[in-house]
């Protein structure tokens, strides 16, 4: 059975979220926090959401919706019954039961760990804290953020953990754009260094997910987060270190691996491209290295893998320019169509995307470059604002070459090979319906 110094504030919360009375704050209303505040919403639970960016919050506010893995009319359901609210500052942090961190966990340029907004928000957290809440986090960090540097903030407070307020972490594993694992049916990992924050975290989550996974710790739960960022991480390289091996072989690397996945067992298919991009797999596996060093453990593996997957966009400028070379074609003299800028199909988001060093590679060449994006209207590289250019048969002929640096679904690849002079395709989109096509050149 469970004790603790407190066991009616225990039973009290525990009884609140089973009977969805709690209210739950959502701290960070973006990719990771907006789904999460409308899941959350959608089975009973009154939700404030505390968003700094004001454009958002009033956003969220007319259940104008900027997330797509965000249905429209949920969230006009939600807003319109009251039950998701969002607000600019920490100020009903006291009536709240439930408080979820979903902030960035960005890099500084020497590639540590920014974890500036998880102490801002925990300081304010703090600053309010009152017996009988429970505080997670779900943003990715390194082993050691919750229990080193949350709580320390957190107890400043005169409040103890595990006896006056439960803490623990529980890493978001959304993959947007994915239609199959929603956060409903995605197993969720969650970890605590006291079992009283376990066991509430724990109930807490079972509210909206089917499958809840306790780790023994916080720094566990950290682990597991950071380690499967990295596995893609370092498989992505692998693939994209075949792609540099057998350009150089003369070999297709696409029917290596198509042949290769052909196996029934001990392998898993990771496809090669322009780099790696979005808010986690060029972040996260730094934050691992970062902590490794404070034991004076190096991690190789992550070191490798980030050196490969963020020399590709150079490998795509090389292999621009050689296809330009046949045509005879000087770099400075060309012009190029980069068609795709999200770092992922079919989704908006362009952060940190490998078409982004593409298109900087191409333009510090003094080649023109325009791009296509169906879900980015708009982009800035190194200060210069770049508009998304119609993808009309006239604008295709009118280009040198058409890099696909993103595969986007809702893009007529019959038109662009019909229409381009040469296409150099770094995801593979058109090996399937318009395979050894001539004007085609593979990564
Ligand atoms: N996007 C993903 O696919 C994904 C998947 C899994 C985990 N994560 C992790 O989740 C965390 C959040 O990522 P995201 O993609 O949702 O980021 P995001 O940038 O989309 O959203 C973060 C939100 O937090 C807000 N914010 C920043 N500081 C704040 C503050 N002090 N007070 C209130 N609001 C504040 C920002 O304005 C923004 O709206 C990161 O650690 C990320 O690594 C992201």
């Known amino acids: 059975m469970i004790t603790t110094l407190e066991p009616q504030l225990l039973q009290t919360l525990r009884d609140k979220i089973t009977a969805r009375t709690a209210l739950i704050g959502v701290v960070g209303l973006g990719y990771v926090g907006l789904p999460f505040a409308v899941e959350k919403a959608k089975v009973g639970f009154k939700v404030v959401g505390i968003e700094q960016n004001p454009r958002r919050a009033e956003r969220v506010n007319r259940a104008d919706n900027y997330i797509s893995d965000v249905s429209d009319d949920e969230l006009r359901q939600v807003v319109a019954s009251g039950r998701l609210h969002a607000e600019t500052d920490f100020a009903r942090v006291t009536e709240l039961d439930v408080v979820v961190i979903c902030v960035p966990t960005p890099l500084t340029k020497n590639l540590a760990p920014d ?12 600053a309010r804290l009152r017996p009988g809440q429970l505080i997670t986090l779900e943003s990715t ?25 439960w803490l623990a972490h529980s890493p978001e594993r959304v993959d947007p754009g994915n239609r199959r694992y929603t956060t409903k049916n995605t197993n969720k990992v969650v970890g605590a260094s006291d079992p009283w924050s376990l066991d509430l975290a724990t109930c807490f989550y079972q509210q909206t997910i089917d499958h809840i996974v306790p780790v023994s710790s916080a720094k566990a739960a950290e682990l597991v987060k950071v380690f499967e960022n990295t596995f893609r991480a370092v498989n992505i390289a692998l693939v994209n270190e075949l792609a540099l091996l057998c350009d150089r072989l003369g070999l297709n690397v696409w029917e290596v691996l198509d042949a290769a996945n052909t196996k029934p067992f001990g392998i898993m298919p990771f496809y090669p491209g322009p780099g790696v991009g979005g808010h986690c797999i060029p972040i996260d596996p730094h934050y691992l290295e970062w902590k490794a060093k404070e034991y004076n453990f190096n991690t190789h593996f992550i070191a ?23 045509l005879g074609i000087a770099p400075s003299r060309a012009k190029v169509l980069v068609l795709g800028v999200s770092y992922k199909k079919d989704l908006a988001d362009w952060r940190e995307s490998p078409a982004i060093e593409v298109i900087k590679l191409l333009l510090h060449d003094h080649a023109q470059v325009s791009y296509h994006d169906p879900y980015v209207p708009q982009i800035e590289v190194d200060g210069h604002a770049l508009t998304s250019a119609p993808l009309r048969p006239e604008s295709l002929a009118s280009h040198d070459l058409v890099i696909i640096t993103t595969d986007h ?35």
Do not use: C
């Not at 974890?115 to 703090?126: D, K, W």
């Not at 490798?304 to 046949?326: C, H, Q, T, Y």
């Open 141 to 165: 960090t390194y082993p050691g953020t919750t229990d080193e540097v949350m709580r320390p903030l957190l107890e400043r407070s005169g409040l103890k953990q595990g006896q006056e307020f």
């Open 115 to 126: 974890l500036s907004y998880i102490e801002s928000v925990t300081s304010e957290i703090a």
């Open 409 to 443: 679904s809702a893009v007529d690849y019959g038109l662009v090979l019909e229409q381009a002079r040469a296409v150099l395709d770094t995801r593979g989109v058109t090996r399937r319906q318009h395979p050894n096509h001539p004007k085609v050149t593979l990564l």
């Open 304 to 326: 490798l893998a980030g050196e490969i997957n963020r020399s590709m966009p150079e490998f795509v400028r090389d292999k621009a320019w050689r296809v330009l070379n046949r």
